[in-house]
């Protein structure tokens, strides 16, 4: 009787590794799902922010100075955002983090000073009004991201506490196949 019961023990250990290598060809980095919406976003918004923001300085700065280096702000924190989120990296998603804050503190603080004293603005940024220019996108985009930089932080800290890796799972586990047993108590 224990002859068919070692049977699907020894199938097992093929299937525990064939579930580590899908596990380990998951990419674990936010530029996957809705992570490459916000990439493509952000860097719709570097390239935009930093086109407006290099013809405004170039051709007539003395005109709204504030407002164009603001501009030019909100592009380096478009282009440093784009950049975090593409690499994916615990470092990246740590400055990303940074990024998207200064981002949304940014969007409140011009969009309520360029409401407040309209003539320090008179010409817009990316983040006046709230960004009602560029359809509030500029206010909700640094909330997504927070959200999805959120997301992948759960979710490192899920894995860093789930017992050992994929890959050990199938040695010590026994039969029953590594780190199910062991993720009820971590």
């Known amino acids: 009787m224990s002859e068919p019961t070692a049977s699907p023990e020894t199938a097992a250990p093929p299937e525990t590794a064939a579930a580590a290598e899908s596990e380990a060809a998951r990419p674990e980095s936010t530029r996957t799902g809705p992570g490459r919406v916000l990439i493509a ?23 709204a100075p504030v407002a164009y280096l603001l501009s030019a702000l909100a592009a380096v924190i478009y282009i440093l955002a784009t950049v975090t989120f593409a690499v994916g990296s615990p470092a990246a998603r740590r400055i990303a983090m940074v990024s998207c804050s200064v981002e949304l503190v940014g969007v409140l603080a011009v969009g309520t000073w360029s409401l407040a004293d309209p003539a320090t603005f008179p010409d817009a940024t990316v983040w006046s009004g709230y960004g009602s220019g560029y359809g509030f996108v500029p206010l909700v985009l640094p909330v997504f991201g927070l959200l999805w930089l959120r997301h992948w932080t759960v979710r490192a800290r899920t894995r860093g506490t789930a017992g050992p890796p994929a890959e050990d799972a199938g040695g010590a586990g026994g039969a029953s196949g590594g780190g199910a047993d062991r993720d009820q108590y971590a």
């Open 41 to 63: 976003i952000y860097a719709l918004f570097a390239l935009s922010a930093s086109a407006r923001a290099a013809v405004q300085i170039a051709t007539k700065f003395s005109h």
